[in-house]
């Protein structure tokens, strides 16, 4: 026989457990992350707090409305990635596992690797040849592949690791309006329509699984799905009486910020199977969630200026706490000339320490960020850290 008695035991014992794990995985696979259909490198290094300051290209995601306050023309295009520091090894481990062994070696080698990563979280998340063109009122984005990946070893029954995946192409046009002062305060609304082509997957990877084959993302676990959606947005600048005792606070320009996005909702109902002809799961919808956000300009002084800003999004979000909504940031700018300036900043996302800079050069823009984000469950935080790089040109 191939295997011994003994052996076909411990692979009875193995494939038993593997099938109890799966059994209680897929009834727990709701995803805890908050997934953003676009981040940007410079929002991300203050928190992710940006609904109410939306004042370059990237309001188009942010704020729709933001694009009604722009007095010039902004052409930006760019590239990120971003990857928790350990991910490289993570996966250089998976693959060096099976080299070399036979089947039960192998078997063994993966239970090694997994223990060592226990309770460990990975993430990375990269876009490539990002392009967004903004005028006065108007803007225009196509992002043909926005990839984020987490991947947490967990044990239930035995080692495993849950895999979640987004990869998105995205066409997006908005529009935004000022409407005459209301009340000695300035309303800005907007609307940004968009058609997003999501790929998507959401399983857990036993251990026999990677064992036996060490590609984590297989394009037979893929869903596909389509859909037309659509944000809603508006910006309000109060003017404060000048008789009021407040009226100091004009000085700090308070602006409020609201967006409701998604609001169709309407899920990723229909496919172009461009790469899983098979599968017919749609993946994980859009959902319908609010955005409310705060933002205070900061005395300028000099070459020197900032702001301080506040959000709490994804309210009405499935995975939604008071914890994962929170935002909050503050950025300092400097500018030499219109060519040569940059910004320094800093902020809490979802309870984690955020750290930004970017520079400009001419039209050579650079974009690094540190950031944290909650990948935990409704009560339990774990924290996702990655290091991000945006690579802008801007016109």
Known sequence: MFFSLNSSRIWVILISLALAQQTIADSNLSPYTIHHLYSSGRPLGMGDAF???ANDYSALYYNPAGLARRDDSEVNLSMDFGGSSTIADFSKDINNSGTGKTDSEKVSAMSEVLNKYYGKNFGGRFGLFQGVMVHPRWGFGIIPMDASVTMTVHKQIGPAVNLLMYGDTSVTYGYGKNVDWVNNGRLSVGIATKFVNRVYTNLPLSILELAFDSQIVKKSSLR??????????LIYSPQIDPESLLYF???YKPTIGLVVRNVAES???????????EKTEAPEKLYRVLDVGFKWDLPSLGIFGGRVAFDMRDIGHPAFNTRKGSHFGMEFDWTVTSWWRGQYRFGLNQSYPTVGVSALFSIFNLDLVYYGEDVGTYNTPLENKVLMAKFNMNF
């Open 224 to 233: 596909e799905g389509y859909t037309l959606d659509a944000d809603l947005g």
């Open 249 to 251: 606070m004009n000085d």
């Open 51 to 53: 609904v109410a300051v």
């Open 267 to 277: 899920g990723f109902t229909n496919s172009l199977k461009l790469v899983n002809k």
